[in-house]
């Protein structure tokens, strides 16, 4: 089979049970390359259950998930990046005290070929391989607006710059597939237009593919080539930003329309 009919991220039958909480009840969807795919759904539906199966932070009971054809269910969690899945956090998870090119490096050294103990060792490749990742770090600074910035601590600048932060350090480890996790949380509506040309231009210039999990519909339906929905762990609707917008189920589920749930945030 050509490469080119490999789904970039296959989910196949994905089930996760917490005791007798079934989270994810057997949910299969595809992430074809070069896509921004959304991933909808009310509160609790298991959008960010299945952002943690597919980063290795969760295990899952049934099912299977391939990136790239190759299944990752017994590849270790510090491995995925590596493997070229970048990934954003609900809660930002960065290092609030470190300046932002450190944070955007941290990223980068996910992706490092140089080894712990040649790093221990300072020998001369490392230096070499950090000089590289520096470079990167700023290559990355530009394009996200954030030279200005690079030597404050991350933990000191407003909410929307730490999340420009966040995609920076995603984006340093070169990922094939970007995963974020309520990019538009918290961000006011100039910095949500802003997002949404990001995410496009990410998928654009630099030809990522991206798997967005977002509450903010109006910014999943204007970026979305394709949409997956999620209710009660099980997927109710898939297909393209029409399709989701006048599906009865999707509709249902929100107890309205889909546009409804933008003033939610």
């Known amino acids: 089979m050509a490469d080119t009919a490999v789904p970039l991220l296959s989910v196949r039958g994905v089930t996760v049970?917490?005791?007798g909480i079934v989270a994810l009840d057997g949910?299969?969807?595809?992430?074809e390359k070069g896509h921004?795919?959304?991933?909808?759904?009310?509160n609790g539906a298991g959008k960010t259950t299945l952002f943690n199966?597919?980063?290795?932070?969760?295990?899952y009971q049934a099912g299977d998930i391939?990136?790239?054809g190759k299944s990752i269910t017994s590849t270790p969690t510090h491995e995925i990046s590596q493997l070229g899945m970048g990934r954003t956090f609900q809660n930002l998870a960065m290092f609030r005290t470190l300046p932002v090119r450190d944070n955007i490096m941290i990223g980068a050294h996910s992706r490092s070929s140089a080894g712990f103990l040649a790093s221990a060792l300072r020998l001369p490749s490392v230096s070499a391989e950090e000089k590289r990742l520096r470079a990167r770090a700023d290559e990355i600074m530009e394009y996200l607006e954030l030279t200005a910035v690079a030597d404050r601590p991350a933990g000191d600048l407003p909410f929307g710059t730490q999340k420009r932060v966040e995609m920076g350090r995603a984006l340093a480890a070169d990922p094939k597939l970007l995963l974020l996790d309520e990019p538009a949380a918290g961000l006011n509506h100039e910095e949500l237009g802003e997002l949404g040309r990001l995410i496009l231009d990410v998928q654009n210039r630099l030809g990522i593919t991206v798997l967005l999990v977002e509450h903010h519909m109006s910014l999943v339906m204007s970026v979305s080539d394709h949409i997956v929905a999620l209710n009660f762990g099980k997927k109710i609707a898939e297909g393209t930003p029409a399709h989701i917008q006048?599906?009865?189920d999707v509709i249902a589920a929100y107890l309205g329309t889909a546009e409804?749930?933008?003033?939610?945030?």
Do not use: K, T, W
């Open 260 to 265: 409804g749930e933008a003033a939610h945030g």
């Open 17 to 19: 049970r917490f005791g």
């Open 66 to 68: 391939q990136f790239e």
């Open 36 to 42: 921004v795919c959304g991933l909808i759904g009310p």
């Open 53 to 59: 199966c597919m980063s290795r932070l969760y295990n």
């Open 246 to 248: 006048q599906h009865p």
């Open 27 to 31: 949910v299969s969807f595809d992430v």
